[in-house]
């Protein structure tokens, strides 16, 4: 009897071992959620986000983009595939501000055409254009 419920219960562990290995691992995590802009510009030097523009991108389940450059509110659509975004046209609004803030605003806008690359680690999404970086952290997952 005793055999018998060890031969079970190693079969039981095995069961477990092979469903978890078949889960989704949290490297396809998703970029649905708030995320506040740390640092943009050249991937191998950017600069640290404007202190107080309160930066962010919003994206959506259903496929809709909403958030701030640093001055400007924006919004658009994205299409999640693999590593790549594609975004579609983002339209903003169309204030001035201060030089810093422009200058911000105005990388964004660069990165978030057509197709880009991205990737998440841990609670940071970068998100590269050929050269160009934004790189976020995680205020609210949705």
Known sequence: MEKTVKKYLLVLFVICLVISACSPSS???????TWKLTAYGPANSPTPAVPDAEASLTFDPDGTLTGNGGCNGLGGDYKVKGDQITFGPI????????????????????????N???????????????????VFELVAAE
Do not use: F, W
């Open 27 to 33: 490297t396809s995590a998703s970029v649905v959620g």
């Open 91 to 114: 339209m903003s609004t169309l204030m001035a501000c201060d030089d810093p803030r422009m200058a911000q605003e105005d990388a964004v806008h660069q990165v978030l055409t057509d």
């Open 116 to 134: 880009v690359t991205y990737k998440i680690d841990g609670n940071t999404l970068t998100i590269t254009n050929k050269d160009a970086v934004l």
